[in-house]
């Protein structure tokens, strides 16, 4: 049977993301960096919202795509720099994801959709846009807090949670809390939100 435009889409985009030389290990496997984020991107927001629309879907899988073509030392390494290169990117991922949905044949009111959901405007406005971001924070939290955290001071760690709790739904907020963090994260995010 012939692949779907969405599934011809997803693997697309599952070829570029493999295209990443940075890895991470998990249990004694190496997988592209940008691969395995997006994956789990996938099963998270599936997760989090099981009837996802599948704009949304390929927003979630595309939300880094081929993140790793602009490095964030070619910004200053201050705060400005640094939303400076995230917005750079942001705009990036919009583009190839939108010239992979054309290529496969989605029309333009579709294509527009999945890069708004992906610029992310009106984030509290746009209910897809939020979804995204929810789920953006609830992989960091769920598959890379840990390691951040241990990285950092727990001021640092503590000011990062803020920002993330801000940027999240009411009901982002429940999931996060019943995410299985160790004990000293899970204290971390409650010093974070009180």
Request: aromatic share 10%.
């Amino acid at each position: 049977m012939k692949p779907t435009r969405f599934e011809t889409a997803i693997a697309i985009i599952d070829k570029k993301n493999a295209e990443d030389e940075n890895t991470y290990e998990v249990a004694g496997l190496s997988y592209p960096k940008e691969l395995l984020y997006s994956q789990r991107m996938t099963r998270k927001l599936l997760q989090f919202e099981p009837n996802a629309s599948k704009a949304l879907q390929i927003a979630a899988r595309a939300q880094h795509i081929c993140r790793w073509k602009i490095p964030r030392n070619e910004y200053p390494m201050d705060r400005v720099g640094y939303l400076k290169w995230r917005e750079t990117l942001k705009k990036m991922h919009a583009e190839i994801t939108g010239e992979i949905l054309q290529e496969v044949g989605f029309d333009a009111q579709f294509v527009e959709r999945v890069q708004k959901i992906i610029l992310k405007r009106r984030i509290k406005k746009n209910e897809e846009s939020q979804t995204l971001e929810d789920t953006i924070c609830l992989v960091f939290l769920d598959y890379y807090f840990e390691e951040f955290a241990a990285k950092h001071t727990d001021e640092k760690v503590i000011d990062i949670l803020k920002k993330t709790w801000v940027k999240m739904s009411d009901k982002g907020h429940a999931e996060a809390l019943q995410l299985p963090l160790s004990e000293k994260s899970f204290a971390l995010v409650q010093k974070a939100i009180l």
